[in-house]
């Protein structure tokens, strides 16, 4: 899952939105950390892991070419957001606007977060970036600044190509796998990190 899933599975599970978007940018033990994002980032792991792990979401990663397949994890966690952006109002009650605005105001206005997050934050709601996974073109340009990003850029070379000739299969996938990380999340969110070190 990329940011705007996690942003989304934090709210419904009534846990830190902030804390969860940290763990992208969180590394080692979650006891070095502050307690007010120890849960968080403790949830952010475990979507992480079921979702790596899943059958239907390994099923998925196969269907990428050779060519791409060090990157198609990465890919379909952007295309999941797509999704969750395209098909929002059938995961929320509030709109994508209003709920992006609400994820920015908690990210900006959070203590002791990462600092690569802190850094990026503002560009996060000056750019748009979370509302524009609801189209194609914002899709592309999340893939082409996570390639800007990535040691390798030239392993992203035609990736748009690739995500829109699978978009059928992505949708399927999230449309059967993403509810079911829903209901774990909500499990989970009942749950104290301590207890699962």
């Avoid at 392993?155 to 774990?184: C, H, N, W």
Wanted: glycine share 4%; with cysteine; aromatic share 10%.
């Amino acid at each position: 899952m990329n940011f705007l899933a996690h942003l989304h599975l934090a709210d419904i599970s009534s846990t830190s939105l902030a804390a969860n978007l940290a763990g992208d940018f969180a590394k080692g033990n979650i006891e070095r950390f502050p307690k007010h994002l120890q849960q968080g980032i403790w949830l952010h792991r475990q979507i992480d892991q079921l979702t790596d792990s899943h059958e239907l979401t390994q099923d998925l990663v196969k269907q990428f070419p050779k060519s791409h397949s060090r990157i198609a994890p990465i890919l379909m966690d952007l295309s999941f957001d797509h999704m969750l952006a395209k098909y929002w109002q059938e995961y929320h009650h509030q709109s994508l606007n209003e709920f992006c605005q609400k994820a920015y105001r908690e990210i900006l206005d959070c203590p002791e977060l990462p600092q690569k997050l802190v850094q990026i934050a503002p560009l996060m709601k000056q750019q748009a970036w979370l509302e524009n996974y609801e189209h194609k073109q914002g899709l592309h340009k999340a893939i082409q600044g996570v390639a800007k990003r990535f040691s390798k850029p030239e392993l992203f070379k035609g990736a748009e190509k690739i995500v829109d000739s699978l978009d059928t299969d992505i949708e399927i996938a999230f449309r059967t796998f993403y509810p079911q990380l829903m209901a774990y999340s909500r499990i989970w969110s009942r749950k104290t990190p301590g207890q699962y070190l």
